[in-house]
């Protein structure tokens, strides 16, 4: 079923997931955090600095490596930047013990050649089957953390030479052009098949690459030569570039416009610094038309109840058993409706003295307190009874 809200209520819904604190672990790479001699390509860099002009508190932390790495789920914590306190170190504890609540990752830019679920040549695995793995990894140490897939911008080797780096107009229009076409496209995809097998994580995206591409389309950023932007065909960005990639994660990740009254520093485009509140808007009106087919906002999420009346940290718009806690959300039959919540149907056969279900979970029963019992067999051989709904 297909919900409309207005938009009123979805700012109301946006306002209420805004964050104050975000402790984040991102696993990605140069695109996230380039090594360089300022700390300004990093866009924790500059999360942190909104976060700190708007009274907010901001912990970072991540590693280096492909999707398929992540996928084998071995997080480490060796990202850091001066004066952005760690969100977590690995040498000291568990990444389960670890106090996150945000996670993000991103893919690398030159792998959009083939479909999001297709085997990526002799990879071990598509995209989409590295991202599940990773998604179901994080939420089983993590289950509380919100998750974030970063789309990045792409490689511009197919588009001009690494040496000299000096793209053309004509070049650059042709990179814009794919960077919002194709390459878009498929992060699209991959959004969607996500969201597809794993509803419940509510996983997000933040269109970091499309969303600045748009500006630098737009009057008057359209003037700022590449090498101003990027400084290799990478393209690994320079201070602006990052500066923008931060802005735009700050905010999708915290929920709200990033203060106005932060002071740019000189090392961002004069262009950039002075139309820095304009920016804002344009980031933040992007952010709040990047919907899915089915009206569902991408960056924020889908508006829900915002409320657990079972308190078992499910909320009720997805909570397959609303007023009974079930945090497994265990649903045997799969008919949408939790097995606590459930009454099994009854398919109990007799045959020649030996009682026996067939594809059922047990066999349903009242007792004399007339309440109703599910009698099985469960995983470890054991005869178990759970309380159930009576017919």
Known sequence: MKFQFSFAIF????????????????????????????????????????????????ESTGQFGSIWDFANFN?????????????????????????LNNFMFTVFNYVQDLPPDEVYYTL????????????????????????????NWPDMAPFTAETPFEPTAAEYTAYNTYLLGDFHDWWIDLHDLVITSHPADQVKMIPV????????????????????????????????????????????????????????????HPLISANYSAIIDEFWDYFIAFNDANGNNRVFGTPTSTSDVDNDNVDDSID????????????YDNDGVGDLCDTPLNKVIVDLGVLYTEDAEGILMKGRDGNCYLLYINEMGVLTTEARPCP
């Not at 930047?81 to 568990?94: F, H, N």
């Not at 989409?128 to 970063?150: K, M, V």
């Not at 397959?320 to 649903?331: G, I, L």
Request: glycine fraction near 6%; proline fraction near 7%.
């Open 11 to 58: 700012l109301f819904f946006i306002n209420s997931y805004a964050q104050t604190t975000v402790e984040s672990h991102m696993l990605g790479h140069s695109l996230m955090d380039h090594s360089s001699p300022t700390q300004q390509t990093k866009i924790a860099y500059w999360i942190h600095q909104f976060a700190t002009e708007a009274g907010h508190t901001y």
């Open 320 to 331: 397959n058993c609303v007023n009974t806690y079930n945090p497994d959300q265990a649903d």
């Open 209 to 268: 690459g499309p969303v600045i591409a748009e500006l630098m389309n737009s009057a008057p950023y359209d003037t700022i030569t590449v090498n101003l932007l990027y400084e290799d065909n990478a393209p690994h960005g320079r201070e602006s570039i990052y500066f923008l990639a931060g802005l735009a994660t700050y905010m999708g990740i915290f929920g709200e416009k990033a203060p106005n009254t932060y002071t740019v520093p000189s090392s961002i």
């Open 124 to 151: 071990p695995s598509s995209v989409l089957t590295a991202s599940e793995r990773l998604i179901d990894s994080i939420h089983n140490y993590q289950p509380g953390d919100d998750i974030f897939i970063y789309e």
């Open 75 to 99: 997080p480490q914590s060796n990202w850091g930047s001066p004066g952005i306190p760690s969100s977590w170190d690995s040498s000291s504890e568990t990444f389960a013990a670890a106090n």
